[in-house]
């Protein structure tokens, strides 16, 4: 193997963005000293066009995100909680799932990673992809509802419900709300906040099976959550509907504003995903 002083980061590297650190890597660079019982994995997070940078004064270290292999839960699947992610990636024919969480990132220099290759047993889809770089951007550009309503939706305990019926819930791709039709407006007591609660769902290689699944959940959430919720003084629930990616135009999109599962999932009396350990 090349020293660090031989081998240079050049515009030709095979690292992109998702690709994965090798197990010698990861030992190497001390991320994880018992990778093979804690399954740990390393994710590269860094933007393809700056990992192609070969100026080193501009751009001269490479970020990634320690993860590790777990078991899907559709509560984090396709980025709806932005601090936690399952994502999907092949080793071969086999689907596995990486979990990677925001805080965990760190950077290394670009020529200290040159000496080694990209860990190529694993393949990423184009879907996969787009999720985690949605992901990536999402810590920085997500929507903030009223104070006073996320403080109702948490006092009523209505998140719990939509969290629980979500754990199933991993084929929707997005979760929308039309709170007030989009106005942001902190409403007095005794006021309730008009709330309409959008699922959208990929069509898939079924789209009319897709469809009675998004529909059933919708049905499960409205009863559930509906139940919590005080109509009179809180949040008044008008409708949860699901919509295929496919009929959900970019004219009726800007009147939503995505809801982020994080108000229930990272709340202080719930269990949460703590990072690898090391």
């Known amino acids: 193997m090349e020293s660090f002083a031989q081998k240079k980061w050049t515009r030709e590297t095979p690292w992109r963005q998702g690709s994965l650190f090798t197990e010698a890597a990861i030992k190497h660079f001390g991320i994880s000293p018992s990778i093979d019982k804690e399954e740990i994995c390393a994710v590269v997070i860094s933007h393809d066009c700056d990992l192609a940078n070969d100026n080193l004064e501009v751009e001269s270290c490479v970020e990634f995100i320690i993860g590790r292999f777990v078991k899907a839960n559709g509560t984090y699947k396709w980025g709806k909680v932005p601090r936690t992610l399952h994502y999907p990636i092949l080793l071969g024919k086999d689907e596995r799932y990486i979990e990677i969480i925001s805080t965990q990132k760190s950077t ?7 000496q080694f290759e990209p860990d190529d047993r ?25 104070d006073r309503f996320v403080t109702r939706m948490q006092k009523t305990k209505a998140e719990e419900k939509l969290s629980k019926s979500m754990e199933k819930g991993g084929f929707i791709s997005f979760i929308y709300f039309n709170l007030d039709d989009g106005n942001n407006v902190e409403r007095i007591d005794g006021d309730p906040y008009q709330l309409s609660i959008v699922l959208v769902f990929p069509p898939g290689d079924d789209p009319s099976e897709s469809a009675k699944k998004a529909e059933d959940l919708a049905v499960e959430i409205f009863d559930k959550v509906s139940t919590r919720l005080n109509s009179a003084t809180d949040i008044s629930l008008k409708s949860v509907f699901a919509i295929s990616e496919d009929d959900l135009p970019v004219s009726r999109a800007k009147l939503l504003t995505r809801w982020s599962l994080e108000h229930m999932t ?3 009396d719930t269990e949460q995903p703590g990072p690898p350990s090391l």
């Open 108 to 114: 290394i220099p670009k020529d200290e990673l040159a």
């Open 266 to 268: 990272l709340r202080s």
């Open 122 to 146: 694993y393949t990423m889809d184009g879907s996969s992809l787009a999720t985690l770089r949605s992901w990536l951007a999402s810590r920085y550009n997500r929507a903030a509802f009223p």
